[in-house]
């Protein structure tokens, strides 16, 4: 769609307004006064006085979004809102005191959220309060989060680092001796700070796609080396794919105290399961997860996407219903984003996926489904490019909530990335200031470079934590 704006012609302005277009149209198309070849003319003259470039941009960003709200009949939820995790928002309005009233009106009149998505905002803020009381006091500890990019296949919508394990086999144990180095490196700094460790994340890929000999090591190499590890809140595994869980690697996770997981169904629905190359079946995941039970585990995560290729509200709710006997501690569910890299993006004439109207159905039917079984939201985020431009939301009983996922949403404590495709953020203990540090997504090229990799992150660590 090309839009011709008259009244301004700030290049700094095209980029957001090209993502508020996108909201509305793919392939958003900008031309400042040209009027020709255009599809949609907007005006949007830029005669006021503001106190400062931040709310002349907003202000003409809001106008943007009303006049195609107008044109459309469609509304979009979040506003303008676009870059800013939301409920960040939030958490600023709760530390600087200000009443919720004023928070409301403040952030609504900037952003155009509407009252039902502020609602959950401030719903969700509390939760993590009460989950995590001293969430605004952790900068003085970090967690760590451990990539391992290895799957057993990868599936159509994922851009996460997921190398297909049978065909990267010679990579694995030199991936994972590295990885150990890696860990000893900043068990080692942890020890000479005195610091204590929040939570662990294992992630990937899928980290239970190593064997059990292999899960097993990791888990010595991690008991060894950070300190204190029974005062850690929080140690999860993600088992996303329950094709890769076998009796002794739940053994193996049971016998290293990990006390969170996840088998992720993503759908019930068998022919979603196919067209999206997950490589199992519905059954297999019901039949982990009753097994995860036995050994145990009493705090099971479930992942979930909407809007998956073929499926409408029925399938999606089919999918609802399953949950209804396995009762999962947690439930995540999110909304499938075409990710600028996946298989499902670059093949997107091969997929078909719900309109936004049933997308907004099956997010409203996930809604209520999971307050009528007394889940609750506790960390919600937004991506690109995903369908609806709606959101995912983390879902718990009360007291099942993941610590680490408040923690990493949030960003209020530093997270030290390890292994492959683990990005490390680094929240300065006093300014609060954030910076970056990626590990490759790729096993060779972490493979090759990681004493550089460790070496720069303990650089950073020690500039960040001096005393
Ligand atoms: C890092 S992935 C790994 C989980 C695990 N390997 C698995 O697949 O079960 C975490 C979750 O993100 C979600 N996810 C990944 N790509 C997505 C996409 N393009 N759109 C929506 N959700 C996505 C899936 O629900 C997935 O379980
Ligand atoms: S199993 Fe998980 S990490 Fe691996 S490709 Fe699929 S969604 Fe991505």
Not at 124 to 151: A, H, M, T, W
Not at 227 to 251: F, M, Q
Not at 370 to 398: D, T, V
Request: net charge negative.
């Amino acid at each position: 769609m090309k839009i011709g704006i008259t009244g301004i012609s700030d290049e700094k302005l095209r980029v957001p307004l090209m993502h508020i277009a996108n909201l509305f149209f793919e392939n958003s198309l900008i031309k400042f006064n040209e009027l020709e070849d255009i599809d949609i003319k907007v005006s949007l003259e830029d005669k006021f006085n503001f106190a400062s470039p931040r709310e002349r941009k907003y202000a003409i960003l809001r106008k943007f979004l009303e006049i195609l709200q107008e044109v459309t009949g469609r509304t979009q939820k979040w506003g303008v809102l676009t870059g800013i995790r939301p409920t960040k928002l939030w958490h600023q309005m709760v530390r600087e005191a200000v009443p919720h009233e004023v928070a409301r009106n403040l952030i609504k009149a900037d952003y155009l959220i509407t009252d039902e998505k502020l609602a959950m905002l401030e719903r969700i803020v509390d939760r993590q309060l009460e989950v995590v009381p001293d969430l605004y006091n952790l900068k003085g500890e970090v967690s760590i989060y451990i990539g391992i990019p290895f799957c057993p296949t990868k599936c159509a919508y994922c851009t996460f680092p997921a190398y297909a394990i049978q065909l990267n086999k010679d990579l694995v144990s030199e991936f994972l001796e590295k990885l150990h180095m890696e860990i000893r490196a900043i068990g080692e700094w942890l020890l000479s700070k005195g610091m204590a460790v929040t939570t662990v994340y294992f992630g990937g890929g899928t980290p239970t796609s190593i064997s059990a000999e292999q899960m097993d090591a990791l888990y010595t190499v991690l008991y060894e080396s950070i300190p204190n590890i029974e005062s850690v809140r929080e140690i999860t595994v993600e088992a996303g794919r329950p094709d890769t869980l076998s009796n002794d690697k739940l053994e193996v996770l049971k016998k290293w105290n990990i006390n969170r997981i996840s088998i992720n169904p993503q759908s019930f629905h068998e022919e979603t399961l196919k067209a999206i190359g997950r490589h199992h079946t519905a059954m297999q995941t019901i039949d982990k997860f009753k097994i995860a039970r036995e050994y145990g585990f009493e705090n099971i995560n479930m992942d979930l996407i909407i809007g998956l290729p073929g499926e409408g509200v029925t399938e999606f709710k089919k999918t609802l219903n399953q949950l209804e006997e396995l009762q999962p501690e947690s439930i995540t569910v999110h909304t499938l984003a075409f990710k600028r890299a996946s298989d499902m993006t670059l093949n997107k004439e091969k997929y078909r996926v719900a309109g936004d109207d049933e997308i907004e159905i099956m997010m409203q039917e996930s809604m209520d489904w999971m307050a009528e079984h007394h889940y609750e939201p506790y960390y919600l985020y937004r991506q690109q490019n995903i369908l609806g431009n709606l959101e995912n939301i983390g879902y718990s009983k009360r007291g099942q909530e993941s610590i680490y996922n408040i923690l990493i949403m949030e960003e209020v404590q530093t997270i030290i990335g390890l292994g492959c495709g683990a990005s490390s953020k680094y929240i300065h203990p006093e300014s609060g200031v954030i910076t970056r540090y990626a590990n490759p997504k790729d096993p060779k090229a972490y493979i090759e470079n990681v004493d550089k990799y460790t070496t720069e992150k303990l650089k950073h660590l020690n500039d960040l934590f001096r005393k």
